[in-house]
């Protein structure tokens, strides 16, 4: 079974005065402004970067949550939050890293249970197989 969904976006200009809008299929964002002012002088609107941290962020929420259900455990609550960092080497710009912090309510969860079942969310993640980047994961046990 394959899922296709899909994003899209639209540009005009040069990089700099330039702008673009960035949709979802589902609406969710739709025409959302983006530009260079906005992924690098911190202009409303959003970028490249804070996108793919939230479907990091999702997505890794969603399988640690099948994973938690495997070993026979439920959230009460799972907040995740992934950096990612845009930094320019020699070779232009490059996302060289996420780091994902989770909080997490799982009553019954030992920390090491825990730590070792958000380890296997981490690099089971379908959006975590996809960067081509090292991802770290910085997970707290609450609750």
Not at 15 to 25: A, H, N, P, Y
Not at 41 to 69: D, K, Q, V, W, Y
Request: hydrophobic fraction near 40%; aromatic fraction near 6%; proline fraction near 5%.
């Amino acid at each position: 079974m394959t899922i296709k969904k899909h994003g899209s976006a639209h540009w005009e200009g040069s990089i700099k005065e330039g702008r673009g809008t960035v949709s979802t299929e589902s609406h969710a964002l739709n025409n959302q402004p983006y530009g260079f002012n906005t992924r690098f002088e911190g202009a409303p609107g959003t970028n490249p970067e804070e996108l793919l941290g939230a479907a990091h962020a999702a997505c890794f929420s969603m399988a640690l949550s099948l994973i938690l259900g495997e070993a026979g455990l439920t959230a009460k609550s799972i907040n995740t939050t992934a950096e990612v960092s845009l930094n320019r080497d020699a070779g232009g710009f490059v996302i060289d890293g996420i780091a994902l912090t989770l909080e997490a309510d799982v009553p019954g969860a030992t920390p090491e249970q825990f730590e070792a079942l958000a380890n296997k969310a981490k690099t089971g993640c379908p959006v975590s197989k996809l960067f081509n980047a090292p991802i770290t994961l910085n997970a707290r046990l609450v609750g």
